[in-house]
């Protein structure tokens, strides 16, 4: 519909102040003529006043204008917390008779927003529901002038708050139709405290509360730490309780608590809570002890002195007990050896025991040596790197440590050059796979590339006992193994040439990475474990890689938080790893077992805060809606309001209504401009009057 307006308006031809001086002077004439008795003053005052209203310039202004229809919000939340307790049909049927209401108003137009379905930047998700970054964005293109009101239906739950509107007042106002009942119970387990990360060895304290109309009920507690149920227990209810959770690996360790439904539960969803907590290790505490100087020692020194995470020990034997040259003691600058503080008093305090080249010379007694191969029985680990004196008959073989080592020498030092070659069990364990200039296999183990390390030209031979072996040498010989013994790791290096790589010479090699990983894996490192089921979340992206030392890739069955199972081949990526990817749509912790090895993953927002708390409540909306002049509506208890267009300035709610502002805004879509007064008409009626004045005083 196109409307019309005419209005008044000046473009004066000179400033207003000398129109008032002209004014002000003229009239101050014309009393004074007329104060003479002057008989022509009325007609001296119409010229004067054409005159000066000349001056002004009056115009008519006539607009062509272009109403523009009112807008209606209707704000649909349509969050997770609206499927319990019948919500979500009482929201269609509320909504289906708001839509048919609105239908019949006029120069009414109406936006739907769903907060929470997801899809959207207001999407219910990590953040839950938020209704007012929703209703911020639809205003984003509602001028002031237009908005009629704004109609949510949900449940009351917000979790963001008035301030995401950026400090715009709706000046409308919002009628909140409420999908749940009043007084409603629900019980709810709260995180109220609960640490990132964890040290491996050690407890991490969390802290929950169970959350329960009744003060004084004893809840049933269970919990399960990766899987593995715990005890369960009975915790009274709106206390805080600390529960000490073990940190026992690397990596994510995952926690599911469970609260016992309550007597008028909403949902058992907020009963149970999830936790991750990342296990991380301490300073890892590394004794090296180097039986001579030579010109290895230097290589794992540096190597280990390096990693931020190592706080190393380190004892070079300089001087054995056998050896007499008649120097008094006095006059010599060695520290003497802490044989029993080290290896008796303080052993347990280390994560890492390397012996580098060190033999039998009366300096560690059998009894310190039965305690190393405790420590590792008990969960130690123990890295043997050896040299010649392992081939004779000093070595270590021959004394109780001979028990944890993987091989036996044969009395052999193979002294020929050769350049180390990964096994096929190497190429498959991730201390050796992949590494920079080492051979490539393809998936199904065939060489495409040739190794480019540099040489070598001493190995111990010996024969292998248990364990794997991950690199060999000159003829094939073992040269690397790795191998559990106990509750510990063993490693041993067959040769003392690692060195000549740290110079760089034949163009050198990994040697930094083989042995920070060597030294890794014998500390568990979960990234180095040779047989693993790891599972990556990346948004809604699942990654399952399995890694296999004999090659054996069985099929992954997954299952989704609602019970539902799926298989999952895998495709093979390298010599003992597959892969599979998977989308999912589910949020909540995902299980996955080949058979053998098991994984929890959590996809998506632990605890969702939509859950938080399920009650219906008018706590965030009611104070908006009242400042507003809207209303608050039980829909679960009351008929939905009818609503009526009201005008501006009226009352906008009433006992079983609802009011939408009418605004009349409009656009302007023409101009016209007519003079008042135009020149010739000015200049007549000028001249008549001054010629009626005349003729009036004349006469």
């Not at 699942?542 to 997954?558: A, C, N, Y």
Request: glycine share 10%.
């Amino acid at each position: 519909m196109i409307g019309a307006a005419v209005g008044l308006d000046f473009s004066p031809m000179v400033p207003w102040w000398v129109i008032g001086t002209l004014a002000a002077v003229g009239f101050a004439l014309v009393i004074y003529t007329a104060s003479m008795r002057g008989r022509g003053a009325v007609w001296r005052s119409l010229a004067l006043l054409v005159l000066l209203t000349a001056l002004a310039n009056p115009y008519l202004i006539a607009e062509d204008r272009d109403p523009r229809d009112d807008v209606a919000v209707l704000l649909l939340d349509e969050s997770t917390s609206q499927s319990i307790d019948g919500r979500a049909e009482r929201a269609a049927e509320i909504t289906e008779e708001l839509k048919r209401q609105l239908g019949g108003l006029d120069d009414l137009e109406l936006r739907t927003v769903a907060v929470g379905g997801g899809s959207g930047r207001a999407a219910s998700g990590r953040d839950g529901t938020r209704l007012f970054t929703a209703l911020r964005d639809v205003l984003d293109d509602v001028p002031q002038g237009r908005l009629a009101g704004v109609i949510a239906v949900t449940d009351g739950q917000s979790h963001d708050r008035v301030e995401e509107l950026g400090g715009r007042e709706l000046g409308a106002p919002l009628h909140v139709i409420l999908t749940g009942r009043k007084g409603e119970r629900d019980r709810r387990l709260v995180i109220e405290h609960v640490p990132s990360f964890g040290v491996v060895g050690r407890t991490v304290t969390a802290k929950i509360r169970i959350e329960d109309a009744d003060e004084t009920a004893a809840v049933p507690f269970s919990m399960s730490i990766d899987g593995v149920p715990r005890p369960d227990a009975v915790i009274r209810a709106n206390q805080v309780v600390e529960i000490e959770i073990p940190i026992d690996h690397g990596g994510e360790t995952i926690i599911e608590m469970m609260a016992g439904p309550g007597p008028d539960e909403l949902t058992e969803k907020n009963n149970r809570a999830v936790l991750a907590i990342n296990g991380v290790r301490d300073r890892l505490r590394v004794l090296l002890v180097s039986g001579a100087p030579h010109a290895g020692e230097r290589t794992w020194r540096d190597l280990l002195k390096a990693d931020p995470s190592v706080d190393l020990v380190h004892f070079t034997i300089l001087r054995p007990p056998e050896k007499q040259d008649g120097t008094p003691v006095r006059e010599l600058s060695l520290i003497a050896f802490p044989v029993r503080e080290l290896f008796e008093l303080k052993l347990d305090e280390f994560d890492l025991i390397i012996f580098d080249q060190y033999q039998r010379r009366g300096v560690l007694p059998r009894s310190y040596l039965r305690n190393i191969v405790e420590f590792v029985r008990n969960g130690g680990a123990f890295l043997e790197a050896s040299g010649p004196p392992f081939a004779s008959r000093l070595s270590l073989a021959n004394t109780p440590l001979g028990e944890v080592l993987p091989a036996m020498p044969t009395g052999d030092i193979v002294e020929q050059p050769f350049r180390p070659a990964t096994t096929p069990d190497g190429h498959r364990h991730p201390v050796t796979a992949d590494l920079p200039g080492g051979s490539v296999l393809d998936a199904d183990g065939a060489e495409t590339v040739a190794p480019t390390w540099g040489r070598w030209f001493r190995q111990i031979e010996a024969d292998v006992l248990r364990g794997v072996v991950l690199m060999e040498g000159a003829e094939g010989r073992p040269l690397l193994i790795l191998d559990r013994f106990g509750e510990g790791r063993v490693a041993h290096l067959l040769t003392d040439q690692m060195w000549l790589w740290t110079r760089g010479f034949d163009g050198g090699g990994p040697q930094a990475e083989i042995l920070r990983r060597t030294a890794h894996w014998l500390m568990r490192e979960p990234d180095l474990e040779e047989n693993d089921l790891r599972v990556r979340v990346k948004g809604d992206r699942i990654d399952v890689t399995r890694r296999s030392l004999d090659g054996e890739l069985p099929d992954v069955t997954m299952t989704l938080p609602d019970g539902t199972q799926l298989t999952l081949p895998l495709s093979r990526t390298g010599p003992g790893r597959g892969q599979a990817s998977f989308t999912t749509d589910q949020v909540g912790l995902h299980a996955f077992t080949d058979g053998t090895l098991s994984k929890l993953a959590a996809v998506g927002a632990l605890n969702p805060v939509e859950f938080s708390d399920v009650r219906t409540t008018d706590e965030w909306l009611g104070p908006l809606a009242q400042q507003t002049g809207g209303s608050v509506t039980w829909g679960a208890e009351e008929d939905s309001p009818s609503l009526r267009r009201v005008r501006a300035g009226r009352a906008t709610s009433g006992r079983d209504w609802a009011g939408l502002v009418r605004n009349e805004d409009y656009i302007v879509t023409g101009v016209q401009t007519v003079p008042l007064l135009p020149g010739v008409l000015v200049l007549l009626l000028v001249i008549g009057g001054i010629i009626m004045a005349w003729r009036r005083e004349a006469g």
